[in-house]
């Protein structure tokens, strides 16, 4: 079975600085997907960012990237140019390809935001 | 914008009761699943539902049964609620993985329960 691991359980930052919150995974099979999502207080979770394994390259979306290091099962979010509005907690999850598979989560990071 | 509804965002219920708590979605997916989310825990996934009538346990189905009647609507059931069972509880809904495109899963606000 799969395992998601983040082992920070909190971390702070201050605005406009650049923060990575670490995320390790465990799995035997060579295509799944990567996922970070995040869940700011009392309110939806949302997706931040997804990587598929069989891309080489990082995915970004606007001050959200992921170093995806396949060799090493990581896959750290870097978040630059810190915001109050990041302020929340962060989950790492693991999907095999399968049609009807089901993801696996981390434990989840609580992120801060000093102003 | 896809939608995901909870019944009910907070929940307090007594030690046998039995508990319905509803999800709605309104993207016509194909895939819902019921989490529970616990403080140091993450989210673990209780049922899952990939068809209409079609339900497949999780990691952590005891004390849980789920309904699917119509691909909209995904129903979790707390047969005899006990305070163990006290949580926040996710819904969420995804399309059916197609090609090799990593479709999202989108989150319901979630219902905090409490079973006193």
């Known amino acids: 079975a799969q395992t998601v691991t983040q082992s920070q359980p909190e971390m702070s930052v201050q605005e406009a600085e650049t923060v990575t919150l670490s995320c390790t995974y465990d799995t035997s099979e060579s295509d799944y997907y990567l996922f970070w999502y995040k869940q700011p207080p009392s309110r939806q979770m949302i997706l931040v960012i997804r990587?598929?394994?069989?891309?080489?390259q990082n995915a970004t979306e606007n001050r959200f990237s992921v170093n995806f290091q396949k060799a090493a099962k990581s896959f750290s979010l870097k978040i630059s140019d810190s915001q109050l509005g990041d302020a929340a907690m962060y989950f790492c999850a693991y999907r095999s390809t399968g049609a009807n598979s089901k993801l696996t989560f981390g434990k989840g990071i609580t992120l801060s935001v000093r102003p | 914008d896809v939608k995901v509804t909870q019944s009910s965002r907070y929940l307090v219920k007594r030690t046998g009761e039995k508990v319905f708590l509803e999800c709605v979605q309104d993207?016509?997916?194909?895939?819902m699943f019921w989490y529970r989310q616990d403080p140091g825990l993450g989210l673990r996934l209780i049922y899952f539902?990939?068809?209409?009538?079609?339900?497949e346990k999780g990691d952590i189905p005891e004390g849980y049964s789920v309904s699917r009647e119509k691909k909209e609507r995904f129903s979790l059931i707390l047969e005899s609620a006990s305070t163990n069972q006290t949580s926040m509880y996710l819904c969420a809904s995804s399309r059916r993985t197609s090609g090799r495109t990593a479709y999202e899963q989108y989150f319901g606000p979630g219902t905090r329960l409490t079973v006193t």
């Open positions: 993207m016509d997916h194909e895939n």
């Open positions: 990587q598929e394994a069989y891309k080489q």
């Open positions: 539902s990939y068809d209409v009538k079609m339900k």
